[in-house]
């Protein structure tokens, strides 16, 4: 599925919702000196607002498909930080054509979609897939599922990339689900991959 994906293009037309929430933000970030980092499937926007800290001086956009946890989301009065409402399935091959160059990308907790007949809906199985991987930057995956994790390294290496594997040991919970899974006593493991360093 992977390889299919990567010497396929997708040709699902961008919907209008997420061609106006790429247009409200384009020129922002792309009159900006700042870094771009991007906090994909942001949920409440928690991630964002401590990327924000971590990096001041980067301009950070969470993207969630989901009205109802963005609503959820708590301004940071950071300067660098924002959030919006747009599907990532298009919202990256917009990016991608407009050239965007994030130097970080994060997606934390995606859903697992845990039978094998969803494999398509996990974001290494998905045909948004290679534009993740032509947004390029450093990319960090966390879950508390290891065969997501594994099998988005698996993909990355099909793809032409290494990523490192770790257990996160008493990490503070950034987003409200790694927070709520860490209080029921699940692991956090982390993947992290230079997408700008393809293995030779
Ligand atoms: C398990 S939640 C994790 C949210 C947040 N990262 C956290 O850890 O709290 C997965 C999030 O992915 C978002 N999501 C799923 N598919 C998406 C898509 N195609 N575009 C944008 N957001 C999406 C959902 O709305 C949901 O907020």
């Known amino acids: 599925m992977v390889r299919k994906h990567l ?3 997708w040709l699902r037309p ?22 771009l980092i991007l906090d994909s499937c942001c949920g409440t926007g928690d991630s964002t607002r ?6 001041p ?13 963005l609503q959820r989301y708590r301004d940071s009065n950071t300067h660098n930080c924002m959030v ?33 007949s969803q494999l398509r809906k996990r974001w290494y199985g998905s045909p948004a897939f290679p534009s993740l991987l032509a947004l390029g930057g450093v990319l960090t995956v966390r879950s508390n599922w290891p065969i997501y994790v594994e099998e988005f390294a698996l ?5 032409g990339y290494a990523a490192s594997r770790q257990t996160l040991v008493d990490a503070a919970g950034i987003t409200a689900f ?9 692991r956090l493991l982390e993947m992290v991959c230079d997408l700008q360093q393809p293995l030779p």
Do not use: C, M
């Not at 993909?155 to 793809?159: D, N, S, V, Y």
């Open 178 to 186: 790694e927070t709520k899974y860490a209080e029921r006593g699940h």
């Open 50 to 55: 401590y990327l924000a800290y971590r990096f």
């Open 155 to 159: 993909a990355l290496k099909i793809a």
């Open 14 to 35: 961008v919907p209008a919702h997420t061609a106006q929430a790429f247009a409200a933000v384009r020129d922002a970030v792309e009159t900006s000196t700042k870094p």
């Open 7 to 9: 010497v396929s293009p």
């Open 84 to 116: 919006l409402q747009a599907d990532v399935n298009d919202f990256w091959r917009l990016a991608v054509e407009y050239g965007w160059q994030p130097i970080r990308h994060y997606l934390l907790y995606p859903n697992p979609y845990p039978k094998a």
């Open 57 to 69: 001086d980067a301009q950070v956009i969470g993207i969630d498909k989901s009205a109802h946890r």
